[in-house]
């Protein structure tokens, strides 16, 4: 069984980090080794998200579209020189309010085979 947190560390990071990657390189034209730069991880890891064969989860980018609008964005903040803390800062702000949706608890319980009258993510009424 996985922690709410561990789903964020081990599925959402690197699904937003690899649609940050790819917007960085197909949109903003930067190389492997500045996008790496940009977002503090290893270019190898970036050139893992560019083939695909590591990091985007397809059903995370259909349960939450809004991936896609926040990476936009924040790809063209980073190609601008937003600094890396107020990048962590944004980047947890966006994966807080996903943690707290009804989406990311039904992704949690999917991912972590968890029993559906589970009540970790939501104590009291969560957020549609």
């Given at each position: 069984?996985?922690q709410?947190?561990?789903?964020?560390?081990?599925?959402?990071?690197?699904?937003?980090?690899?649609?940050?990657?790819?917007?960085?390189?197909?949109?903003?034209g930067?190389?492997?080794?500045?996008?790496?730069?940009?977002?503090?991880?290893?270019?190898?890891?970036?050139s893992?998200?560019?083939?695909?064969?590591?990091?985007?989860?397809?059903?995370?980018?259909?349960?939450?579209?809004?991936?896609?609008?926040?990476?936009v964005?924040?790809?063209?903040?980073?190609?601008?020189?937003?600094?890396q803390t107020?990048?962590?800062?944004?980047?947890?702000?966006?994966?807080?309010?996903?943690?707290?949706?009804v989406?990311?608890?039904?992704?949690?319980?999917?991912?972590?085979?968890?029993?559906?009258?589970?009540?970790?993510?939501?104590?009291?009424?969560?957020?549609?």
């Amino acid at each position: 069984m996985l922690q709410p947190s561990e789903v964020t560390a081990a599925k959402l990071l690197p699904t937003i980090r690899a649609r940050l990657a790819a917007e960085l390189l197909q949109v903003h034209g930067m190389t492997q080794v500045r996008v790496a730069r940009a977002l503090g991880i290893k270019q190898a890891a970036v050139s893992h998200y560019n083939t695909k064969s590591r990091g985007l989860d397809a059903d995370l980018i259909k349960r939450f579209p809004e991936i896609d609008r926040f990476c936009v964005d924040l790809g063209r903040q980073i190609a601008s020189g937003i600094s890396q803390t107020e990048q962590i800062s944004r980047i947890d702000v966006f994966c807080e309010g996903l943690e707290h949706t009804v989406r990311f608890c039904e992704y949690h319980k999917k991912v972590s085979d968890i029993d559906p009258s589970c009540a970790i993510c939501f104590p009291s009424p969560p957020r549609p």
